[in-house]
């Protein structure tokens, strides 16, 4: 039978090409000489930690880093920003969660979708991907036009079709 995967994945090496062309462009950058402004992007934990002097600082790195993500073809809605942590001498720091692979409830929400459109597909929650499996390519072909239509707010992708 037919199958394909959905799948809510960013490329990491992408995001590390972006933080390195973010740390030029901040030496670069003629309103951050001598500032201690940096950014640390932690693969293992999926998140960016930025942090400057005062919270405007703080708001241009945070442009820089999303601009050049988006430059990489990083999609922003796999990005997650947390709130500003301003310190009472004024220094702030922000931290950006890169979310990989679908959560349970963003994949009840996909899966509920397939379902109400009455194709004649199965779908099967494995780890943090769906499998969707029918009997003919063209229904596979049908969820992917209707999911890519769809906003679910998390990046899918979909890999593995095989017939």
């Known amino acids: 039978m037919p199958s394909f995967d959905i799948v809510s994945e960013v490329d990491n090496q992408e995001i590390d090409n972006a933080i390195n062309q973010a740390r030029k462009e901040l030496a670069a950058r003629f309103d951050f000489k001598?500032?201690?402004a940096a950014m640390d992007w932690s693969e293992k934990d999926n998140k960016i930690?930025?942090?400057?002097?005062?919270?405007?600082k703080l708001k241009g790195l945070l442009e820089i880093v999303m601009t050049r993500l988006a430059k990489r073809n990083v999609d922003?809605?796999?990005?997650?920003?947390k709130?500003?942590?301003?310190?009472?001498?004024?220094?702030?720091?922000?931290?950006?969660?890169?979310k990989q692979g679908l959560d349970g409830?963003?994949?009840?929400?996909v899966i509920k979708a397939v379902k109400e459109q009455a194709l004649k597909?199965?779908?099967a929650l494995q780890e943090r991907q769906i499998r969707v499996t029918?009997?003919?390519?063209?229904?596979?072909?049908?969820?992917?036009?209707?999911?890519?239509?769809?906003?679910?707010?998390?990046?899918?992708?979909?890999?593995?079709?095989?017939?």
Do not use: M, Y
């Open 76 to 81: 922003l809605r796999n990005v997650e920003r």
């Open 34 to 36: 001598g500032s201690k």
């Open 49 to 56: 930690k930025l942090s400057a002097e005062d919270a405007n």
């Open 121 to 123: 597909v199965q779908c």
């Open 83 to 98: 709130d500003q942590a301003i310190s009472s001498i004024g220094h702030a720091t922000q931290e950006l969660v890169i």
């Open 105 to 109: 409830d963003k994949a009840k929400e």
């Open 134 to 163: 029918g009997k003919k390519r063209d229904d596979l072909q049908d969820v992917i036009a209707f999911l890519r239509g769809k906003d679910f707010g998390v990046a899918l992708g979909f890999e593995n079709f095989r017939d």
